[in-house]
């Protein structure tokens, strides 16, 4: 065999076999578990609200959360379904108190996250925090959850939290479908129901059995406040869409829109391609320094009612989708960086009957297309750029 056909065999049968050994350890998972895996009734719509990492890592402290609590009221951006508050890493103590309890870090958390959980609590919102399924955090600043999890779920029930994000480092190369399942049976005991994101960066293909494990899971490492990075993220999401569904989603990662390395129209094709794929929206900037564009794309209701739609589909490529009331959500991309183009959207490709007569909503302009469409539809785009409609049939 040649040398370039012997190395696709390897790379496919190291694949196949690793993939072999995840289905018979969640068969397992699944006929001694199946009632303690995940039924908390959370997640019916994708997530949204507002993480700390992407702007701060692990330079946190109450005083952030509390801020950032209170812009998303002030804002009027919980109105719109961002209610989450998510404190990510850093926010504990390097060792354990003396009964093994988490302990919140003594200088930049004084009050606790039991006050921090009251005071968003208080704001109508929900808080949520950050676990290792390893022996340390991502940023080793505090213990991980690895032996510890019945432990640590109650602690957080105790503490009021309604979400846990639950990272993937210093796992001692234990298989993730030998940590993440134990977990979720410790939430289901732990009293209070949790949301549970699934953070392990699509390292073990968690969409194909991320479900009854969690609420919603990485497809990919993580995202940066760049272009490429952020299209590279939603093509490789883009592959499990079928797997997503009420209750368990694919996650491409937080939203850098705001963080400044991009441009508004780039920033509106990132929240454009994570709504109508369904995504977690978690805002990822300083919510206090958010200047008009920022708050103009995160507040925009009707590219946000595309992502809560009750039906639940997530897009696939070329970026469209069933919605309830049957009708179809449509993003027409541009990613070209220097010349605009023109694109098409042919009904066959889109789920449509090609003889349909449709009425167009455009999401970003807010207004409904005087012509009518039936077949196809065509738009030119500029770079870097993209439309984003609802098709309504009306004939």
Not at 116 to 124: E, P, S, T
Not at 282 to 288: A, N
Request: net charge negative; aromatic share 10%.
């Amino acid at each position: 065999m040649e040398k370039g056909k012997m190395l696709v065999f390897v790379v496919l049968t190291l694949l196949f076999c690793s993939l072999c050994d995840s289905s018979r350890l969640m068969k397992n998972v699944e006929s001694q578990n199946r009632r303690n895996l995940l039924a908390n009734g959370l997640g019916l719509t994708p997530p949204m609200g507002w993480n700390s990492w992407n702007h701060y890592h692990e330079n946190i402290n109450e005083t952030i959360i509390r801020k950032a609590a209170n812009v998303l009221v002030s804002s009027g951006l919980s109105e719109l379904g961002y209610i989450y508050v998510n404190i990510d890493d850093g926010w504990g103590e390097m060792t354990r108190d003396i009964d093994g309890n988490l302990v919140p870090d003594k200088k930049h958390f004084p009050s606790g996250i039991k006050a921090l959980a009251d005071y968003v609590h208080k704001k109508g919102l929900k808080l949520g925090i950050y676990a290792d399924a390893g022996y340390y955090t991502c940023a080793k600043r505090m213990p991980g959850s690895l032996g510890y999890e019945e432990q640590d779920a109650k602690t957080f029930a105790s503490w009021g939290v309604d979400y846990l994000k639950y990272d993937n480092c210093n796992n001692g190369g234990i298989k993730p479908l030998q940590r993440y399942p134990i977990m979720t049976r410790a939430l289901m005991k732990a009293g209070r129901p949790i949301y549970f994101s699934l953070c392990e960066w699509g390292d073990m293909h968690p969409a194909l059995w991320g479900f009854p494990v969690g609420n919603s899971w990485r497809t990919s490492d993580d995202i940066d406040d760049n272009w490429e990075r952020m299209v590279s993220r939603i093509d490789r999401n883009d592959v499990y869409a079928d797997f997503a569904k009420p209750g368990g989603w694919n996650d491409p990662d937080m939203l850098e829109v705001g963080n400044g390395k991009m441009k508004k129209h780039e920033y509106v094709v990132h929240f454009s391609l994570w709504a109508i794929s369904k995504a977690p929206l978690l805002i990822g900037c300083d919510l206090g320094k958010m200047d008009d564009d920022t708050l103009e794309i995160l507040s925009n209701a009707e590219v946000i009612a595309v992502n809560q739609d009750p039906l639940g589909v997530q897009a696939k490529r070329v970026w469209a989708g069933p919605l309830s009331e049957y009708r179809v959500a449509v993003l027409l991309l541009n990613k070209f960086s220097d010349r605009r183009s023109e694109i098409t959207a042919e009904w066959e490709d889109i789920g449509l009957d090609p003889s349909t007569v449709v009425q167009a909503r455009d999401l970003w302009e807010h207004e409904t297309l005087e012509r009518q469409f039936v077949g196809k539809m065509t738009v030119t785009v500029e770079p870097h750029s993209c439309k984003m409609y609802v098709l309504k049939p009306i004939a």
